[in-house]
């Protein structure tokens, strides 16, 4: 009695079942009494749905432009820093060389260095309240920077030596150190401040 039943649909007469007469006008008015129309209409949006877009809308816009405005109207102090005027007569006669001229090696360690303190610079964000730190820093800085000159234009005259070498190498890494400490006294100040808001 066992049978496939593949075997049996595949042998069984397909029956087309069809609704009776007026089945469909019937349908159709049972859906009208309970429903009402039995077209579906597209609902019309109320008028004042439309103003709540539209002033939505608006606010979004006016609210980016104003925000955009803000941003590129900040005022973000360029500092100017004038290069020292050198002497074009004894510079002209010597190619200069720099600590990265004398080994690849070195040239690593210097990008290093120069690399670490020019993101530090970038980094640091002048406000009223600790430009006067900043400032002192930039002195230190700039008298650093000054010596490495100095001691590039040793190199430049005398040669390259390991004490001129060791000098310039730790003159970049006093840089970058100072800067750390810059940072970190920037991160206290600010942390002072909130701790000050924050108790008032």
Known sequence: MAQDIRKMFENRPEEITKPSKGHETRFEKKLEEAFGETKTRKPQPSSNFIWLKVAAIAIVLLSVGFFGYQQLSKE????????PKQNTETNTNLAKITLGDLSPEL????????????????????????????????????KLNKEYKRLTLDLNEAGPSEATITALIDNLQLRLELLFKLKNKLKELKNQKDETTSII
């Open 76 to 83: 973000n102090p360029i500092e100017v820093v004038e290069a």
């Open 107 to 142: 040239k690593k360690v210097e990008n290093y260095y120069q690399t670490g303190i020019n993101v530090q610079l970038a980094s640091l964000k002048i406000k009223g309240d600790n430009k006067e730190l900043i400032d002192g820093y930039m002195n230190q800085l700039s």
